[in-house]
């Protein structure tokens, strides 16, 4: 019994910290539109800013109530300078703009603070425990449940009661008639923004004494605020709580009763909820919004000067490894590899439409299942790809029936956070998978005879698949499915009103993408001989994207320059600079900001407009 | 013979009420007209029928299947083709593209990923025969944003005839054009063939009394009034509360 009361405490205790992330996320998406992938960071960053203000004034109260003021500042300027600019462009450029600073701050915060997990010690009142039955539950913790219901009653209060609150409740009804009615709508965007930061900061700095503050906290308390979120519903500050109260408690009571399933509780309790009442418990159901409208124009016709620089393109590539050394060889198998995964994402993005943020789950499936069935089974490797891609078409098929029932950023967080389930996975099935060692394969696999530890040969086999999946993608994107396929991503309202189920395009899509990248997978843990739980990480599916985006969506040959520029560039940068991550972050920062349609999509667009100015 | 028959719609967003009680019949092959002032419900009626806005109460039958509770794509699917009252198309795509999506849609092959979409004469000449019908010249690899706002409003028409329906729903197709435009858009419905039935919402009386056969009046959500143009022109209380704001 009193384990039983203990778990439900824990529960609380963990409910409390995700309502502090998730009703911020929340409000901001109600009123914005946005989702700040940033969140997360801010919670950390509270817990690293506190442990800095306690070391320096010896006091836990004044680490709680001053930690969050700095954080706010950052999460200002980030709204202000960087944000702003963007309203006007479609919300989904804002959503990129906030995960390329998810990558400055943590850089920021492991340069200044290190690797390792620090501790932040209780205050001294809340130091000790209290009976509870014949057990004992630590006081801090019940300070916390305290001090998250208070918080909770203050805001419910705030939105309720006073005259800014109706300003926000009707900003999140409809801030366009708000406006009109006289808010000032992007000061409350502001302060609305800003007052999210704090109420994260605060969550990160009161779970500093119980989790300790650790690199990596900003994606372990995202993710299942995102899961509360949509299963509170979008924008509900009710939902929120609710939401956060329901997942904590399923998380803590899946731990201590059937911690081999917990990991998968959250994620059943959240598809439960999407498949009865898409909208979350306390969502209001919206309409169809008209998409986004995208910019690229349609896939060109093949002409004959486009398959001519094809060719030469080719050749280039078949000559080139016979005249470098191995590393400029294998660098460039690399790269073929990446092209593939970076092709396969663009089908979902660029040309249906689809802003996932977890493709990187689908490659590390295929690339877990070459490693694993060679390594336990003695697979031979390209039985093992072609399972690979079974494995990753299957997860997609089974993922994407769940998340295309969202579209725009609701799809974009469930993508993201069945990524996370994929890397969790991964990461906790220790006897199968390595953990977090990683897991790599004792022989390298061979090809009618010729061994793939030749870099020649290994540079072949991914020039081909490369090839092959080119060809084969552009063949796909000039079908009559491609077309429709284009045309959800440019109004997928009109496409149901003509007559196409959408969500099954929708899905045919994610499933195709998620098996070419679970190729790229195969042909990469063949050639690697070695995977671990970072390439399944949500930063991985990051890297993917920026490869995309560098190069320009829609257009199939932007990613594949797009994944060169990028893999060159991360090659000579970590030679000679510790900062990668923050590199990464200004690049996807300023990709956003000054190249919306990538270097190809400039490239044309430039085209295009020196063509017009040309009479007919 | 009716088409299209809507039994007690009732259709709430919170407490706003916009459709309540709206019992309607559409006859094979007529042009009916729905008018109203604005807010009265009118556009609301249409998104239910074509399942873009579900009811909250009440039936809509189409030749006696129950169709209330079905989604968009199998609305158009089952011969209810629609226009929007604000220009709904693909508009970096070309006026083609955009024709052959919905010729596609209706008779093609869409799951076909292997053949280019390019080289379907069959869907490509329909959509140029669309294209015809609905009055647009000129080069049809234009992308659609380039058009003229009333060769938009046309190329909407066209959408919707691409799949070859038995009852059309037009959402104000004359609004925002000017006279000239609004006279070959007239022309252009009375060019549609008699076996097509026309549901359509419009607010310019000249092209109310030139097309209907028979007009329904709508008034906070509610029908005021039914029957031939006639009958509605000397109806007491649509010319108190509609018909007299005109004068």
């Not at chain 1, 509870?132 to 001090?147: C, D, E, H, K, P």
């Not at chain 2, 919707?160 to 329906?165: F, R, S, Y």
Request: with cysteine; glycine share 12%.
């Amino acid at each position: 019994m009193e384990f039983f009361l203990e778990q439900i405490l824990n529960g609380l205790v963990y409910g409390v910290l995700l309502f502090l992330t998730a009703a911020g996320l929340s409000l901001i998406f109600g009123l914005m539109n946005v989702v700040s992938l940033a969140h997360g960071s801010f919670f950390m960053m509270g817990g690293y800013v506190a442990y800095s203000l306690y070391r320096l004034t010896g006091s836990f109260w004044a680490a709680l109530l001053l930690a969050p003021v700095p954080i706010v500042a950052a999460g200002v300027a980030m709204e202000v300078i960087f944000l702003r600019p963007l309203y006007r462009r479609g919300h989904l450029d804002q959503v990129l703009l906030t995960f390329g600073f998810t990558f400055i701050f943590l850089d920021a915060v492991q340069t200044i603070w290190g690797r390792d997990v620090l501790a932040l010690p209780p205050p001294a009142v809340f130091d000790g425990v209290v009976a509870l039955g014949t057990g004992v539950f630590s006081s801090y913790r019940l300070f916390l449940i305290g001090f998250g219901l208070a918080i909770a009653l203050l805001l419910w209060l705030f939105l309720d009661r006073s005259q800014l609150g109706a300003r926000v409740r009707a900003g999140v009804d409809d801030a366009a008639m708000a406006g009109g009615l006289g808010c000032n709508i992007s000061a409350l965007f502001t302060a609305i923004f800003g007052a999210g930061v704090a109420l994260a900061a605060l969550g990160g700095v009161a779970a500093g004494p119980i989790f300790g503050i650790y690199p990596g906290e900003d994606a372990e308390i995202l993710i299942p605020a995102f899961i509360v979120i949509v299963v509170g519903g979008m924008g509900s500050l009710r939902g929120a709580f609710v939401g956060s109260l329901l997942i904590g408690e399923a998380d803590t009571f899946g731990n201590a009763y059937m911690p081999q399933l917990a990991l998968f509780l959250i994620y059943l309790v959240m598809a439960i909820v999407l498949l009865v009442r898409p909208q979350g418990l306390f969502g209001i159901k919206h309409g169809l919004a008209a998409s986004p409208s995208g910019s690229t124009p349609a896939a060109p016709l093949p002409s004959r000067r486009a398959l001519a620089i094809g060719l030469i393109g080719v050749a280039a590539l078949v000559i080139y490894p016979l005249l470098v050394a191995d590393y400029q060889r294998s660098l460039v198998t690399e790269l073929l590899i990446f092209a593939i995964v970076a092709m396969s994402l663009d089908l979902l993005l660029g040309f249906t439409g689809l802003m996932s943020l977890g493709h990187a789950a689908f490659f590390g499936l295929g690339a877990y299942v070459v490693i694993v069935l060679g390594t336990f089974f003695d697979f031979n490797a390209w039985f093992g790809v072609a399972l690979g891609i079974g494995a990753a078409a299957l997860a997609a098929l089974v993922i994407g029936y769940f998340c295309v029932r969202a579209s725009g950023i609701p799809f974009l967080m469930l993508t993201l956070a069945f990524s996370q389930l994929v890397y969790s996975v991964a990461l906790k099935w220790r006897d199968v998978t390595g953990g977090s060692d990683g897991i790599g394969l004792a022989v390298k696999p061979s090809l009618f005879g010729f061994t793939l530890s030749n870099s020649l040969t290994m540079y072949f086999v991914a020039l081909f698949f490369f090839v092959l999946c080119f060809l084969g993608l552009r063949r796909l994107v000039s079908s009559p499915l491609g077309r429709v396929f284009i045309g959800i991503r440019e109004n997928e309202a009109r496409m149901l009103a003509i007559g196409y189920a959408t969500r099954r395009y929708k899905l045919a899509s994610f499933t195709i993408g998620g098996a070419v990248a679970g190729l790229a997978g195969g042909l990469y843990a063949v050639f690697n001989g070695f995977i671990s739980p970072d390439a399944v990480y949500w930063s991985a599916s990051g890297d993917i994207l920026i490869m995309v985006m560098l190069g320009g969506a829609g257009t199939l040959l932007g990613p594949v320059f797009g994944a060169a520029a990028f893999l060159l560039m991360k090659n000579l940068v970590s030679t000679y600079s510790e900062h990668w991550l923050a590199i990464i972050g200004v690049v996807f920062v300023a990709c956003v900001l000054f190249f919306p349609g990538g270097f190809w999509g400039t490239l044309r667009q430039v085209r295009i407009m020196t063509r017009e100015k040309v009479p007919a | 013979m009716s088409v299209l028959r809507t039994e007690s719609l009732y259709c709430a967003f919170g407490s706003l009420v916009v459709t309540k009680d709206v019992t309607l019949t559409v006859i094979k092959g007529e042009r009916h007209v729905i008018i109203g002032p604005n807010g009265a419900g009118k556009t609301s009626l249409l998104n239910q029928i074509g399942g873009q806005l579900h009811a909250g109460r009440g039936r809509i039958l189409l030749g006696g299947t129950d169709i209330t509770q079905w989604p968009p794509n199998r609305i158009a699917q089952s011969g209810i083709a629609r226009t929007f009252q604000r220009n709904n198309l693909f508009p970096n795509l070309t006026v083609l593209e955009n024709l052959c999506l919905a010729v596609e849609a209706r008779r093609g092959r869409p799951w076909d990923f292997f053949s280019l979409a390019d080289h379907r004469h069959a869907v490509i000449r329909r959509a140029e025969a669309l294209l015809a019908q609905v009055h647009i010249a000129g080069d049809a690899s234009r992308p659609v944003h380039n058009l003229s706002y009333g060769e938009q409003r046309q190329l909407e028409i066209g959408l919707a005839l691409a799949g070859e329906p038995t009852l059309l729903l037009l959402d104000e197709p004359t609004s925002g054009m000017s006279p000239a435009e609004t006279k070959s858009m007239i022309a252009l419905i009375a060019s549609l063939p008699r076996t097509l039935s026309i549901l359509m919402i419009e607010h310019d009386m000249n092209v109310v009394f030139t097309v209907a056969d028979r007009i329904t009046v709508f008034y906070y959500g509610e029908v005021l009034a039914s029957g031939p143009p006639a009958e509605i022109r000397n109806d007491r209380r649509v010319r108190e509360i509609y018909l007299g704001m005109e004068d």
